[in-house]
Every structure is written in structure tokens, then in C-alpha cells.
């Protein structure tokens, strides 16, 4: 049965998903109140998010706290029922055949463990040969390959609770793998390990996706994750949308951007700024930082560097200043903010 | 003199914040309620068969019932033990008791007063109420006589001291071991036949009464209630109480010991 | 099948592997608990130095009574250590792990609990207390009762199992349920004694709401005094598995929810 390679593997169409809460009274007599109420209010976690992932593809799903990514990614994995549009993975509706979605996706969490603590995860790993009834070659074949390439060999045989964090990292993602899904969630795999272990599990990520051909769906925070690792970025804000396409893409569009930094020795407000600069060109925007200082982006094919630095040094009480390239985190952070890509 | 006063204060801040933390638990006091009505419930129909089934007890069935129920309505088993041994073994596990050693108060102090509201809340919410419906619904007795009313109040009170005591002390073991749950079944269970919270005293055969009112759990719900129903009379109302409080200090003083060697525990293991 | 007892035996045998680390905690669990059922007993023997039958019944009828219902109530608890547990699992966020999963959730709650071997032991005791009671009413025992005895302990543990688990996904609903469920598990006591003695409303509730009665009187009345308790003996080895039904559907149903609103 060979499937058609235009079908997409993930297809989210128009999800959404409202939640209601009660409006919970305090107290005692609320406690009881809260039995009977019918008083909802309704919280639109996610609003008409429609995307398609191909198999074999490494998508980035980022988005700033609470705007909706785990919903959505709850909703792919079959945790949650949608409230309006449907998923489809890999032929199946993961909400209504939960058993036979879970077959086929591995999910690690980067808060929890899926390991149990007190034993060595070789222990760990048998179970997962049980629960997804691997055959005994295909699974000695993956533990292998995997003690390799994530060299697990070291401490195999010391208890979960003994590692460090980027050595049980590892270790769940071996789990999460053993049973060959076809596609992999990765909830924050690299929080909070030190910078080469989180080297280590992004040269594993990229070799899983290229050599192995898994789809990959990846959240985090962390932007030298995306950089090195997505050629695709959604990103989601206020449970909407507000970006899908290539990383590349919005390198190009923001990435040609620079930014003056400079620190006023008086109170120059930013409007006034902003009207003395709106005559030498356009396209500039000012803002000020917490610590004081100014930032102002500017398109270099518009307005020239040197000409906005001499402005800025000719008529204002200038302490020190700089010129810099806007970052991918800038970037990120930008569009979190004006919720919408130009 | 102004630092006790100061120390004074401080602890009453202390007692008033956990008062404010336990009416925010409102719904589970209820449910306390509720599971004091059941059980006394469980022991008044138990009590009333046995009582009718037999001919030598001493006790009058009114005495008797009067009894049990109370001892379920005023049972610090149960509720207070929860919140001691929370505080201390929940603050082992997360690292919370290091902050409370950081404070100037001395720890056991603390959780002291920091129990004491709690107490007093339960005592106000829970057994007030509870008491009140075995007085209507079972027809329980009133004091037995207005000295044995005053000597309940103030037995209660060593009976609270103590309980807080065997409390502190299986929080304490939480330095030691993981699991204090453990204990805390065991010491409801001891407690209920040791202490008298199901069978009075009076009806243990002689050798069981004889260890019994060596050990210092009869002060924790017999020497209370016997008060209350008048087995305990007279001037011996008093030395009972004077048991009480006897034993409340050696409590202390032996939760004292294995205190210091619990804090001795904390500084050679960094937490 | 088999796919389900081959995994379950692996978490068994895992588990016990990572408790075998905290032994000192283990033997307290296990001292305590003997303690707990010791004080138990003592009640027992103590009431009956004062009386020579409850309401009819003798001493050795009554450690049947209770014989029964403890092991019947470990039974569960050893083995089907779940549903206090359930609270937890929502609380820290670990629900979605094992939704993740291909087997059931409750199974795989069920597995990562192991076998409790302290309520193991406390079988054991249930179990002596039984064998103490039979010997001293030897002559009173029907030839059947040697295929009723463990049908009855294991649909007292089938239901003991499952007036928790209905207890438990009540915390699906209501935030407050923890100190409720407290509350309620000290209510099992009500199947120790005979159920003459207490109100109608009372023995109604603990025989057909929370069949507590079944799990250890009404087993030890059908064995011996047979006719009297016909149809509530007969009924005995059926509430357990007509309760795991009701209690796995409101689990069923708890899980929808769960996936309707996420927590």
C-alpha cells in the first residue's frame, strides 16, 4: 500500500480551541455556588491555525508563553479534542483513534520525564520495547544505533535520578524513538542544559531527520535551535497564525535591517526623535529601552548608515552609541510583538 | 522583657497567618464534619450493640456514648496531624525549611504557633459543630459537672500539646526517611486504642490498662474525656492533668533532642 | 492478552527494582502498617473480653468479618494502587504522558504504581485472621465455601477498587476532592461490623452505594448463616464486577472530559 507523497502527513485544518471555564467563586458558599453555576467565560486558546507538514520535514512551532502552542500540539498528539476544524495525521484523526496514533508519534517533554527515575534507562528502554511491541531485532538494531550516536554507553547502568540533565535528554529521546515513529514532537528538548549538550542533541535531531526520514515537529525558545535546525518556522501568538514559511525568508525580509543603539544625556523623547528622523528618511522606527537607551531600525538601502549616525551625533546630546545587525531573536521578538509580519 | 514581648508578637503573626490559610480550606472542613458525623455515627451504633449485648460493663451506656462520640468530635488525630507533618516533610522535600531556619524564630516555635492556628481552627470549625450534632442527633451528655467542664478545657489543651509533640516528631523522621506517611497511620491507629479515642480505658482488661496509663497517649484523648464524663473526679482531675503536662514536657524535651541532631543532619548534608 | 499481562509484569518487576533502593522506607511502611491492623485486631479482642457476641454474632465470626474485608481491601490496594494516585498524575501535568501512549491510561497508572508489598503483607495478615476465624467455627462451614470464600475476596477487591475510582474521577469535575476522598476512605470500616447494628438509612447506603458490607459481612453471613442472607450472599461475587463497570465507564467518561477542557 504505497501512499500518495502529495498527501501531507500533518494536516491541520481551521483548528480551534475555546475553552470554558466557570467563573469560580471564592469561599464556601461559592465552593457550593460552583456547583450549580452555569456562569462560563470562554477562552480562545487557539483561533483557525491551519497548516500542512510534509513527512520528512523539520518544522519549528514557536510562539511566546501561553499563546497557544501546546494547545495546538495537544491537539496534533490526540491530548485534547478540538472545538472547531479538524487534524488529520498520517491518515488518522488522533482524537478518535488514539491507540494507533500513538504508534506512530514519539513525543519527549522537556519538563517531564518519561523515564522512570530510580532505574537505569536500559530498564526504561525494555519497557518501551514492551508497550509498543517492538520486534526483538528492529529494537536491538535502533538501541544500538542509538547508544552510538547519542553515546549512551557511558551510563547506561546508572539510575535515571543520577544523571545530569543532558545525559537523561538523551536518553529520552532514545525512548521516544525505539518504536521507529514516523513522527517526533520535541517539547523543549534543549531547556536548560549547558551549551554542548544541547550541540549534541541538535546534531541528533539533524541526523534523525535527514538519515531517517522522521518528521519532525520542534517548540522551543531557544533561537539557536531554530537557526540551526528549521528550515520551516510557524509561529503562533494570541492563539493565531501569524507566520509559516521558511526560516530563510524572514532572514531575508528583516535580516538586511540594522539598528543605531545610543544613550541620550538628556530626556529627548522618542517623538520628538522620531519627527527629526522622519525627515531624513523613511522606514525608521525608534524605540526606547528599559535602561534608557534608544534603538532605532533603519533599512540600510534606504536610509545609509553613516548618514542616520551623523544625524543622531549632530543633534543630540549623544553618550555613546553602536550599530548593530538585528539578530533572529530581535526578529522573533519583533514579530511577537507587532503580532503580524509586514 | 521587650524581646519577649517581640517574640510574643511574632508568634501570634505567625498563628494569624495560618488562620488565614486554613478558612481559605472552608470546603474541607466540611468534609472533616462530615467525616466526623460518619465515624461517630460508626461508634455510637457499634457502642450502643455492644452495650446491649452485655452485662458487666461499668460503664453506663449514656457515659459510653457520650464518650466515643466526643472523642470523634475532638479528634486532633486526624486533622492537625496532616498539617504538622506537611509543613515539616513538605518542606524537607522541596527545600522550603531552609528558609524557615534562615528566620530569627526558633523552628519548633514556629511550627508551633504556625500549628496553633491551625488548631484553633479546627477546633472552631470541626469539632465545635461535630460536637453540637452529637448533642442533638446522638443525645450525647453535657459535662458531668461544671468542674469537669472547666478540667475538659484545660485537658484539651495538654491533650493538643502532646499531640503536637508525637507530631513534630514524625515530622522530624522526614530528615531521615522519605516516606513519614508511614507513621502517621500508625500513630492514628495507636493512638485510637493506646490513647482511648475508641475504647475507654475503663474497659481494658487489666494488664492493656495497666500499660496503657504508663504511656503517655491516655493524655491525648482519655484524660479529656474521662474528664468530661466524670470517671476522672475531684482533685484527680487535676493530677491528671498534671500527668498531662508532666509527659507534655518530656515530649518536648525529647522532640528538642532529635531536633538538634535533625539540624545537625541539615548542616553536615547541605540540605 | 497476553500483551497486557506481558506489561504489566515488566512495570511490576521495574517498579519493584526502583523501590528496592529505599528499603529503610519500606520496612517503615510495612512496620506501620502491621501496627495499623494490629490495633485493629486489639479493638476486636478488647470489645469482645466485655461481651460474648455482637448482636448475635461470636467472636470468630466477627474475625471473619474483618478477616475478609482487610484482605479484600489490600488485595485491591496491592495490586490496584491507583486511583488516589490519579489526582497527582493531573496535578504535575503527567496525564499527557501517558495519553501520548498506546496502552490505556488507567493501565499504564496502574503499572507505574507496582505492587504495593506493604498492603501485600497486610493480605497476609487478612489472610491469617481468615484461616483463625475458619478453625474456630469448623463445624459450622458449608462444603462450598472454599469456592465462595475467594470468589467473595476478589469481587470485595473489584469493588473496593472501584468505589475509589468512581471517588477519584469525581477530581475531574471538582477542583476540592482531595480531603473529600480522605474523608471516605476511612468509610470501609463500615463493612467490619455487622450491618444490623446500624440505622436502615446507613446499612442501605453501605450495601448498595458504597457495598462496603459486601466486602466483609454479608460474604461471612450468606457462608454462615446461609438462608437468612440468600440473595445478598449470591449478589456478592457480582458487585464486584458490576461496580468495576460503573466505575471504569465514569472513567471512560472522566477522560473525555479531561480531553474536552485539558485539565
Known amino acids: 500500500m504505497t501512499e500518495s507523497s502529495t498527501v501531507p502527513i500533518i494536516r491541520a485544518t481551521h483548528l480551534g480551541k475555546t475553552f470554558r471555564t466557570l467563573r469560580r467563586k471564592p469561599g464556601f458558599v461559592g465552593a457550593i455556588q460552583n456547583l450549580f453555576s452555569t456562569d462560563y467565560e470562554e477562552i480562545k486558546a487557539a483561533d483557525n491555525i491551519s497548516f500542512d507538514i510534509e513527512a520528512g520535514e523539520l518544522v519549528g512551532y514557536i510562539g511566546p508563553n501561553g499563546a497557544g502552542k501546546s494547545t495546538t500540539i495537544k491537539m496534533l498528539t490526540g491530548i485534547l479534542h478540538p472545538t472547531a476544524g479538524e487534524v488529520v495525521v498520517d491518515g488518522l484523526v488522533p482524537q478518535r483513534e488514539r491507540v494507533r496514533n500513538s504508534k506512530k508519534i514519539g513525543v519527549v517533554f522537556g519538563q517531564r520525564t518519561q523515564l522512570i527515575w530510580d532505574i537505569p534507562p536500559g530498564d526504561s528502554f525494555e519497557l518501551m520495547r514492551k508497550m509498543y511491541a517492538i520486534p526483538q531485532v528492529r529494537y536491538k538494531a535502533n538501541l544500538q544505533e542509538f547508544i552510538e550516536m547519542l553515546e549512551l554507553h557511558q551510563f547506561m547502568t546508572r539510575p535515571v535520578r543520577q544523571l545530569s540533565l543532558g545525559q537523561r535528554m538523551r536518553c529520552e529521546l532514545a525512548a521516544a524513538l525505539l518504536h521507529d515513529p514516523k513522527i517526533v514532537y520535541l517539547d523543549e528538548p534543549t531547556i536548560g542544559l549547558d551549551v554542548v549538550a544541547k550541540e549534541r542533541i541538535r546534531e541528533f535531531i539533524l541526523r534523525l531527520n535527514q538519515e531517517r526520514g522522521t518528521t519532525i515537529l520542534l517548540t522551543t525558545h531557544d533561537i539557536t535551535d531554530i537557526e540551526r535546525l528549521c528550515q520551516r518556522v510557524i509561529i503562533i501568538d494570541k492563539g493565531h497564525l501569524i507566520y509559516d514559511g521558511a526560516l530563510a525568508e524572514i532572514k531575508r525580509q528583516y535580516g538586511r535591517l540594522r539598528r543605531v543603539v545610543f544613550s541620550v544625556t538628556d530626556h529627548t523623547t522618542p517623538d520628538s526623535l522620531s519627527l527629526s528622523l522622519a525627515q531624513i528618511g523613511n522606514g525608521l522606527q525608534t524605540q526606547t529601552r528599559d535602561d534608557g537607551s534608544v534603538v532605532v531600525s533603519f533599512d540600510p538601502q534606504q536610509v545609509p548608515a553613516i548618514t542616520l549616525t551623523r544625524h543622531i551625533v549632530n543633534n543630540y546630546p549623544v553618550s555613546d552609541l553602536a550599530v548593530e545587525e538585528v539578530d533572529l531573536e530581535s526578529i522573533i521578538r519583533e514579530i511577537y510583538q507587532q503580532g503580524i509580519v509586514s | ?271 | 492478552m497476553t500483551y497486557y499481562l506481558d506489561l504489566y509484569f515488566t512495570y511490576a518487576r521495574l517498579v519493584l527494582k526502583a523501590w528496592s533502593q529505599y528499603r529503610a522506607d519500606f520496612a517503615i511502611t510495612f512496620v506501620s502498617s502491621i501496627l495499623h491492623d494490629g490495633a485493629t485486631f486489639i479493638f476486636l479482642t478488647v470489645i469482645f473480653t466485655n461481651i460474648r457476641e455482637l448482636e448475635g454474632w461470636s467472636f470468630h465470626e466477627m474475625l471473619l468479618i474483618w478477616g475478609l474485608a482487610v484482605t479484600s481491601r489490600n488485595l485491591a490496594n496491592s495490586l490496584l494502587d491507583v486511583p488516589h494516585r490519579i489526582y497527582w498524575y493531573i496535578l504535575e501535568g503527567d496525564m499527557d504522558r501517558l495519553m501520548v501512549r498506546p496502552p490505556d491510561p488507567l493501565f499504564q497508572m496502574t503499572g507505574e504504581s507496582g505492587i504495593t508489598l506493604p498492603a501485600l503483607g497486610r493480605v497476609l495478615i487478612g489472610a491469617t485472621a481468615i484461616v483463625t476465624a475458619l478453625t474456630g467455627l469448623a463445624d459450622k462451614l458449608p462444603w462450598w465455601g472454599a469456592f465462595y470464600l475467594p470468589l467473595a475476596i476478589i469481587s470485595g477487591a473489584l469493588i473496593h477498587f472501584s468505589v475509589q475510582l468512581l471517588m477519584a474521577c469525581l477530581s475531574f469535575w471538582f477542583i476540592n476532592t482531595i480531603s473529600l476522598m480522605q474523608t471516605m476512605s476511612w468509610m470501609y470500616q463500615f463493612g467490619q461490623y455487622p450491618i444490623s447494628i446500624f440505622a436502615l438509612p446507613l446499612q442501605f447506603l453501605f450495601t448498595w452505594v458504597l457495598p462496603y458490607a459486601m466486602m466483609g459481612f454479608y460474604p461471612t453471613a450468606f457462608l454462615l448463616r446461609g438462608d437468612a442472607y440468600l440473595h445478598y450472599g449470591l449478589l456478592v461475587p457480582l458487585m464486584g464486577p458490576i461496580f468495576l463497570g460503573l466505575s471504569l465507564s465514569l472513567w471512560r467518561v472522566a477522560i473525555q472530559r479531561y480531553q474536552s477542557t485539558g485539565s
Open chain 2, 1 to 271: 522583657m521587650t524581646g519577649l514581648v517581640e517574640g510574643l508578637q511574632r508568634q501570634i503573626a505567625i498563628a494569624m497567618a495560618a488562620i488565614k490559610q486554613e478558612l481559605a480550606y472552608r470546603f474541607e472542613f466540611f468534609t472533616a464534619i462530615l467525616g466526623a458525623l460518619l465515624m461517630t455515627a460508626l461508634l455510637y451504633y457499634l457502642w450502643t450493640a455492644i452495650s446491649h449485648n452485655s452485662t458487666s460493663i461499668q460503664m453506663s451506656y449514656q457515659a459510653l456514648i457520650t464518650y466515643v462520640c466526643l472523642g470523634q468530635a475532638f479528634s486532633f488525630a486526624r486533622p492537625g496531624q496532616r498539617r504538622v507533618m506537611m509543613r515539616i516533610g513538605g518542606g524537607i522535600r522541596n527545600g522550603h525549611i531552609l528558609i524557615d531556619l534562615i528566620r530569627p524564630t526558633d523552628y519548633q516555635m514556629l511550627t508551633f504557633s504556625d500549628t496553633c492556628g491551625a488548631y484553633l481552627m479546627e477546633t472552631l470549625f470541626v469539632s465545635l459543630p461535630s460536637y453540637l450534632l452529637a448533642l442533638l442527633v446522638f443525645g450525647i451528655s453535657l459535662p458531668a459537672s461544671s468542674q469537669a467542664a472547666v478540667g475538659f478545657v484545660v485537658s484539651l489543651f495538654g491533650a493538643f500539646f502532646l499531640i503536637f509533640s508525637v507530631d513534630f516528631m514524625i515530622g522530624l523522621m522526614g530528615f531521615w526517611t522519605f516516606n513519614i506517611w508511614g507513621f502517621g497511620y500508625a500513630k492514628i491507629a495507636i493512638l485510637d486504642i493506646l490513647g482511648g479515642t475508641i475504647i475507654p480505658l475503663s474497659l481494658f482488661p487489666d494488664w492493656l490498662r495497666s500499660i496503657a496509663l504508663a504511656l503517655p497517649f491516655q493524655g491525648m484523648a482519655y484524660t479529656p474525656l474521662a474528664i468530661y464524663i466524670g470517671t476522672i473526679q475531684g482533685n484527680s482531675i487535676w493530677l491528671s492533668i498534671l500527668n498531662q503536662f508532666a509527659w507534655g514536657v518530656g515530649l518536648v524535651l525529647l522532640t528538642r533532642l532529635i531536633w538538634l541532631r535533625a539540624k545537625r543532619r541539615i548542616e553536615i548534608q547541605g540540605g
